[in-house]
């Protein structure tokens, strides 16, 4: 079982920036697909970004340039850095993981998940 614990999240101003952090119970947790996604009031969990196994990457549209996924294996970590934040960023930012070699860009794709940290972005 893999527990992931999200932080980082808070208030901020437009054009501002945040690091999200994903923190996993496993020293295995260099071998899982880790994904961040995000869900707003009244609208689906959309993906953000993953980062597989060898630190290949891909982020959705909406945030490309400007969020930036990494994961440092010795903390048994992924990050998420956040600049340029809009309001349309405003959500609970949850992350995921799967035992797996390919990324999943769909919540359905993934086995383990976070309690969420909350983004508000003020304009």
């Known amino acids: 079982q893999v527990q992931l614990v999200e932080s980082g999240g808070g208030l901020v101003q437009a054009g501002g920036s945040l690091r999200l952090s994903c923190a996993a119970s496993?020293?295995?947790?260099?071998?899982?697909?880790t994904s961040w996604f995000r869900q707003a009031p009244g609208k689906e969990r959309e993906f953000v970004a993953a980062?597989?196994?060898?630190?290949?990457?891909t982020t959705a549209d909406s945030v490309k340039g400007r969020f930036t996924i990494s994961r440092d294996n010795a903390k048994n970590t992924v990050y998420l850095q956040m600049n340029s934040l809009q309001f349309e960023d405003t959500a609970a930012y949850y992350c995921?993981?799967?035992?797996?070699?390919?990324?999943?860009?769909?919540?359905?794709?993934?086995?383990?998940w976070g309690q969420g940290t909350q983004v508000t972005v003020s304009s």
């Open positions: 995921a993981a799967r035992s797996s070699i390919f990324i999943a860009t769909t919540s359905n794709g993934y086995d383990y």
């Open positions: 496993v020293r295995t947790f260099n071998s899982y697909v």
């Open positions: 980062i597989n196994r060898s630190g290949g990457s």
